[in-house]
Each structure stands twice: as structure tokens, then as C-alpha cells.
């Protein structure tokens, strides 16, 4: 006889939802230097794959190794990030107010790639997770080679981070971190369900 799988209660469901909000503030504070975001995004991520593969998150010891051995090519992607994200938002402004010619057509279409790129981006900081928090540029060549062969999970990760972008804007700065921890956990799930090949270990 098989015993029957034990049923989360609420206190379980508003566990995982104060983890992860925790989670979000401990990526803003690690974050507040402005290029150390991808060493945080990329720790938290890979605490994640953690409590997804053992069912327990990491010790915090641990957490703040791979933080900290991720630094020195982290703070090159973080100002390759923060760059493109500048010139994006410059791009959609301008649109936007009339100051570049285009009009609705090319604001929609530079909406659209911003959006199939912060879903790219999102998918790569997950693989990240899946090898230690560390080989950005190993893990968006394997995004780049999945992605087409996987759209339907490359638009449900956009589908995750554009509405995560445009709530960053209106709610309260307070409520931002603890939305980037939902927003990084729910890429994972995406990814759970059709997941990036695992780095070749040669």
C-alpha cells in the first residue's frame, strides 16, 4: 500500500512566497553596486536550480561563494546588460514621444524585439543557475542554439518578463525586488518544462 503524497497547505504556499521575496531583496542589495547585477542574478539562479533538484535551498555560506567567484566576468556582462537596456529604453522613448519618425508601426516592432530579447535574457540567466551561478557567455550560445528550435518556451519566458518589466514601473520601489524573485522563479518553471541541454562537461 502506497502512502499518498503530502499535500501543501498555505503555510507552505506563503513559505515559498516569503522565500522568494527574500530571495528578490537579497538580489537588490548584492546588486546595488550596479555591476555586480548579473553575479546576484546569476547566484539567486542557481539557488533556485538548488531548491528545484534537492528540494531545500543552499546554505547562504554557499550563496555568497559563487556570488563572489562570479564577479569578475559578471561585472562585464552586467555593464554589456545595463548598456543595452539604456539604448532600448532611449529607443522605445523617442518612439514613443514622436522625437524619432516611425510612428505606431516602428514603436510596435522595436516593442516586440525588446520582448523576444528580455525573454532570451531571461532564459539565459536560468541556464547560469544550472552551472553554478557562473559561464554566461557558454550559456547564450545554448540559448541561442534552443530558442529556435523551442519558441513556445521562448515566448512563455517573454510572457513572463515583460509583464514583470512594465509592473516594475508602476508598483511602489519597495515591491520591485520582490517581484524580480517571483519573475526569476517563474522562468525557471518555463524552463523546467522543456529545459536548455545540460553544458557539455568536455
Known sequence: MTAEPVRADWRDTLREASDLALLGFAVAAAALPVL??????????????????????????????????????????????????ALLAADLLALATGRVPGGGPALALTAVVVAVLLGYAGLVAVAVG?????????????????????????????????????LAVLVT???????????????????????VPEPDPS
Open 36 to 85: 555586480t547585477l548579473a553575479p546576484a542574478v546569476g547566484a539567486a539562479s542557481a539557488a533556485l536550480h538548488d531548491r528545484a533538484v534537492t528540494g531545500s535551498w543552499p546554505p547562504v555560506r554557499a550563496s555568497l561563494a559563487r556570488f563572489g567567484r562570479a564577479l569578475p566576468a559578471g561585472a562585464a556582462v552586467s555593464a554589456v546588460a545595463l548598456a543595452a537596456a
Open 130 to 166: 544550472r552551472t553554478d551561478g557562473r559561464g554566461w557567455r557558454a550559456a547564450a550560445h545554448r540559448v541561442a542554439r534552443s530558442c529556435p528550435r523551442h519558441p513556445g518556451r521562448w515566448a512563455a519566458a517573454s510572457g513572463v518578463c515583460v509583464p514583470a518589466v512594465v
Open 173 to 195: 520601489p519597495v515591491a520591485v525586488p520582490i517581484l524580480g524573485g517571483y519573475a526569476l522563479a517563474a522562468l525557471h518553471a518555463v524552463d523546467a518544462r522543456r529545459p
